[in-house]
C-alpha cells in the first residue's frame, strides 16, 4: 500500500480496511470542524480534509484489488488442482465463471487444451498469454516445449506417410512383376503344346 498515505494515518503496511476506515473516521471528524477556524488554520484543515479524502479512497482500492488477487490466485491454485487430478470439465467451469481474463488465465486454458489433446486451441491460448505477458518465462517454457512437440509429431506423421507409401508402391510393383511372370510361363506352357501337337502329327 502506499506508504505516505499510510504515515497520513499513522497506519504501518498491513494495516486491514477496518483500522484504515476508523482512523479515517477520527481525522475527518478533527479537519471538519477545524476548516472554519479563521485564517491559514481553517484553510490547512480544508487542504488535509481533501487530502484524507483522496488517501482513503486510494488505500481502499488497493485493499480490493489485493482481496480480488488472492481469490484468483486461489482459484487459478483449484484450476491446476482440477487438471492434476483429470476433472478437467470441473476445471473449464471455474475457468469459464472469470469474469477477468488476464496472462493466467489464457495460460491456464491452454494447459486445459492440451490435456484435451487440443493442440491448436492450446497453442493459441499460450500465444495470447506471451503477448499479454512477454516477460513471463514459464509462458515462454511451455510454448517452446508444446512447439518441440508440434515439430516432433509432424516429423512422425511424415515418416509414416513415407513408409505407408513406399510399402504401396512395392505391393503394385510386386503385383506387377508377379503378374508378368504368370503371363511369361503361361506362353511357355502354350509354346510347349503346339511343339508336342505338331510333333504327335509328323509321327
Known sequence: ??????????????????????????LKAKYSEERFLDGEKGNEAAR???????????????????????????AYELVDQYIKNGQL?????????????PAEWHY?????????????ESKKQLEIAMHMDSSNEKYRNSYDKLMQKIEYEHKM???INMQQNGAQYNNTNGGYNQQQ???????????MACCLFQLCCRS
Not at 481502499?60 to 486461489?74: F, S, V
Open 48 to 74: 488535509m480534509l481533501h487530502k484524507i479524502e483522496v488517501a482513503y479512497q486510494e488505500l481502499r482500492t488497493e485493499l480490493n484489488e489485493a482481496i480480488e488477487d488472492g481469490i484468483r490466485g486461489n
Open 108 to 120: 491456464m486454458q491452454s494447459v486445459v487444451f492440451y490435456k484435451k489433446s487440443w493442440i491448436n
Open 157 to 159: 506423421a511424415q515418416q
Open 89 to 101: 470439465n470441473e476445471a473449464q467451469q471455474l475457468l469459464d465463471s472469470f469474469n477477468e481474463r
Open 181 to 191: 511372370q504368370m503371363g511369361g510361363s503361361g506362353c511357355c506352357d502354350c509354346l
Open 1 to 26: 500500500m502506499n506508504k505516505k498515505n499510510l504515515e497520513l494515518f499513522n497506519l504501518e503496511e498491513g494495516a486491514t480496511l477496518e483500522e484504515i476506515t476508523a482512523r479515517y473516521e477520527i
